[in-house]
């Protein structure tokens, strides 16, 4: 057996002839602006607060209070302030009808929603 080479996993270049290699003319030289201003005095990049102590949170509400608080809300909902809420539906789909009529579309089931809306914000109940 003979004694075989590594093989390398290197190539080697040749270096390019004289007549290969080209020069590119210097267009002209970039020059950041951060090395052309003089220089001034250091800026303070830190940002100085106030020491204070910790603040404690406010005590936790109680639950049962919460509770309370949201049976209240919920007994007395207003249905004058929600739109979606018809108070007469009757007299609501006959305005309904009416503005349809006079805004010039077709009063079905995809326009009656928007008719009923309009309705009401006009008041016409």
């Given at each position: ?98 503005v349809a009529k006079e805004q010039g579309f077709e009063f079905n089931r995809g326009t009656s ?13």
């Amino acid at each position: 057996m003979t004694a075989r080479k590594p093989r390398s996993t290197r190539t080697t270049k040749a270096a390019p002839a004289e007549g290969d290699l080209k020069v590119t003319p210097e267009e002209g030289k970039i020059e950041s602006p951060v090395t052309q201003a003089k220089p001034s005095d250091p800026v303070n990049l830190e940002v100085e607060t106030k020491d204070e102590e910790p603040v404690a949170p406010a005590p936790a509400v109680a639950p049962e209070k919460l509770q309370t608080d949201f049976r209240e809300k919920l007994a007395n909902k207003n249905t004058e302030d929600n739109v979606f809420v018809p108070s007469n539906p009757v007299a609501l789909e006959k305005a309904a009808a009416e503005v349809a009529k006079e805004q010039g579309f077709e009063f079905n089931r995809g326009t009656s929603i928007g008719a009923r809306l309009m309705a009401r914000a006009q008041k016409r109940l």
